[in-house]
C-alpha cells in the first residue's frame, strides 16, 4: 500500500496550528501503520502540560504503543512530523523501532535526523529508520516563523 505522506503532513499541520492555541510550538506528529492507517496523532504540550518532554512526536509514540498491536514496539509504522526531531524524538523514534520517520522543516539549531546531528542513523545502534525529510516544508516552516515572530512581538 501506498502511504500518502502529503496528506499525512497535512493532518501533522493541522494539529501544530492547533498547539499555538494553548501557548505551545506549532510542532504536529502523525503515526502511521503498515498500513497506512492513522495510528495516533498528537501536537506539542509542553506549555499546556507543564512536561518538557511532551513534544508532539513522544506524545504520539506512546499513543501509537497502545493501539499499534506489538506492544512498545512500533514496526513498519512511520512518524510523520512538521519539524525535524530533537535528540529525545529522534531517540525516541530508535527505540520504538518505526520504519521510517517522515519530516517538513529543517531545524539547524536542534535537529537530530541530520542537520545537527544525526541520532537515527548512527551505525552504534541497533535500528536505524529511514529518513524523508522537506515534506511540506516551506508550509511547516513558515508556521513556525509566524509563531515565533508573534512570541517576540513582531
Request: aromatic share 4%; with cysteine.
Amino acid at each position: 500500500m501506498t502511504v500518502d505522506l502529503h496528506a499525512a503532513m497535512g493532518r501533522a499541520l493541522e494539529l501544530a496550528g492547533a498547539a499555538q492555541e494553548w501557548g505551545d510550538t506549532p510542532i504536529g506528529a502523525v503515526v502511521l501503520g503498515p498500513d497506512g492507517t492513522v495510528l495516533a496523532e498528537a501536537a506539542n504540550e509542553r506549555e499546556k502540560r507543564g512536561d518538557p518532554t511532551a513534544h508532539a512526536e513522544v506524545l504520539a509514540l506512546r499513543a501509537a504503543a497502545q493501539v499499534h498491536g506489538d506492544g512498545w514496539r512500533l514496526t513498519g509504522a512511520t512518524l510523520v512530523v512538521t519539524l525535524e526531531p530533537c535528540t529525545m524524538c529522534a531517540g525516541a523514534s530508535v527505540l520504538a523501532r518505526v520504519a521510517r520517520v517522515v519530516y517538513g522543516a529543517d531545524d539547524p539549531k536542534g535537529g537530530a535526523v541530520g542537520s545537527l546531528w544525526d541520532v537515527v542513523r548512527d551505525r552504534r545502534l541497533n535500528h536505524r529508520p529511514e529518513v524523508t525529510g522537506g515534506v511540506r516544508a516551506e508550509e511547516s516552516a513558515t508556521l513556525l516563523r509566524a509563531f515565533f515572530r508573534a512570541q517576540r512581538g513582531l
